[in-house]
């Protein structure tokens, strides 16, 4: 049908660079502003970035999510003529370069998406309408099957699975809620957990409303941005049940922070030793004394995965989307109200950020993820 080839590519600007110039990483970034996704190399022993490509759309690029081997990317679009908001499958050739392989209506305009571990289901939130979705995969391309639609409440705007692939959660901010599901990848089918949710952070710690959301690469604990105030929460992971149980709530906002302050996303490195959170400042300041936006890092106790400060260090303008490159080494933060990409490297002894430079992109960048340059 006409309505699923009008994702096509305008211009793709390749670099006369070998293949062999792309090993190691690509860092991909939406960019709404230029309706385009571009793709950085990341150099190993530096973390500088060099443009390699870009990918132009028709639409608006929103979030993007990887298929469990990387050979896909997925990327919400609003906006697409005669269909609205839409999911592209992008395949990823062995240089990391994209083809598009189809487009898929959706629901409505999505803050996130997520696929499956199996890579059969592309599971999306719902904002406005506070709701979620699966859709069918099928030789890695998503379709417009619609697998399962649950109500949740206003707000939803993240969903992510545990390891096993068997439990969804999807953060809350309005209501202060994690929704919690069982979840069948071979029918698609969400399942309410018992409880359906588990409540936020008590209003009294000022850092409530879960956000975002990441999962422990190594124990049975998870993660929260909290929105509201400006902050951390640490949840126990019961691995048979799927249930979360609240166990530490941290500020993520330096000590002398006055203001107004809402905490964004969040991702833990690989290794499991430290968690990061972007923290966007709200506040109205003269134009003379700047923003005051910061990443936020943590250090995890590696028996216990309880959270202690480590620092903080600045960052783009209202920070939403930041990610830590597959070795663990390097964190590129992206600012909703700014066409600016921070680079930073992890200081493995400590977990401190230092930043190394800072890019022009030409858009805002909305959503940066790293992969491996080439595939197996």
Known sequence: MRCFNLLVILSVVLCTASASAYAGQLLYVASPKEKAVL???VHADSGELELRFRHDLQAAPGPMAFSPDRSFIYVALSGVEDIG??????????????????????????????????????????????????????DGVCTKQLLDHQKTATKAHC????????????????????????????SGK?????????????EDHLYH????????????????????????SAWKFDPASGKL???????????????????????????GRFVYVSNRD???????????DTLAGFALDADTGRMKLIGHVPTVNFPRSFCIDV?????????????????YQIDHHSGRLELLKKYETGGNPIWVMCADAELD
């Open 85 to 138: 908001a839409a999911a592209a499958t992008f395949a990823r050739g062995k240089d990391g370069t994209l083809t598009l392989k189809g487009t898929a209506a959706i629901k409505a305009g999505s803050p996130y998406i997520q696929c499956s571990k199996d890579g059969r289901c592309l599971l999306s939130a719902y904002y406005g309408a506070g709701d979620v979705t699966v859709y069918r995969i099928t």
């Open 209 to 232: 409303q879960p956000r975002h959301y990441a999962h422990h690469p190594k124990l049975d604990m998870a993660y929260t941005s909290n929105e509201k105030g400006g902050g951390i």
């Open 245 to 271: 149980e609240l166990v530490q709530t941290l500020s993520s906002l330096p000590p002398d922070y006055e203001g107004e302050s809402a905490a964004a996303d969040i991702h833990v490195t690989p290794d």
């Open 282 to 292: 709200v506040t109205t300041r003269p134009q003379d004394q700047g923003q005051q």
């Open 159 to 186: 969903i992510e699975l545990d390891p096993s692939g068997r439990f969804v959660f999807v953060p809350h901010t309005g209501p202060n809620r994690v929704y919690q599901f069982r979840f069948d990848s071979n």
């Open 39 to 41: 793709a950085y190399e």
């Open 327 to 343: 070795t663990g080494n390097y964190v590129f933060a992206a600012g909703q109200r700014t066409t600016e990409l921070f680079a």
């Open 190 to 202: 969400l399942l309410p957990n018992n409880p359906p949710f588990v409540e936020g952070p008590d």
